[in-house]
Nanobody, 121 residues
Framework: QVQLVESGGGLVQAGDSLRLSCAASSRTFRTMGWFRQAPGKEREFVAAISWGVLNPYYADSVKGRFTISRDNAKNTLYLQTNSLKPEDTAVYYC????????????????WGQGTQVTVSS
């Protein structure tokens, strides 16, 4: 099973940007996604992208502000987060789609340990 390690989180002010990275231990040809989880809330879908980098998918709450990308040569997934808002505060996880719906966390078979993003107002 592929191992995933997220990085790039931090404490920023509203309106700032962060670039999150997710390094995979081996190449995967599967769709990968970013989810986030705030305290007391369920893990929610943020964005997903296929191996062929076709048709990225975004949650409505981040559309136009976040951009998902992947470098298959480096086995790395990215999430560029711009115009951050306090409501974006959460632990961000990357995952590999095992099967099923790309926006359903239950469809993912591998997860990283997460990286904390905190946005102050």
């Amino acid at each position: 099973q592929v191992q995933l390690v997220e990085s790039g989180g931090g404490l920023v002010q509203a309106g700032d940007s962060l670039r999150l990275s997710c390094a995979a231990s081996s190449r995967t040809f599967r769709t990968m996604g970013w989810f986030r989880q705030a305290p007391g809330k369920e893990r929610e879908f943020v964005a997903a992208i296929s191996w062929g980098v076709l048709n990225p998918y975004y949650a409505d709450s981040v559309k136009g502000r976040f951009t998902i990308s992947r470098d298959n040569a480096k086995n790395t997934l990215y999430l560029q987060t711009n115009s951050l808002k306090p409501e974006d505060t959460a632990v961000y996880y990357c995952g590999v789609l095992a099967g099923g719906l790309y926006y359903d966390a239950k469809s993912y078979g591998s997860w990283g340990q997460g990286t904390q993003v905190t946005v102050s107002s």
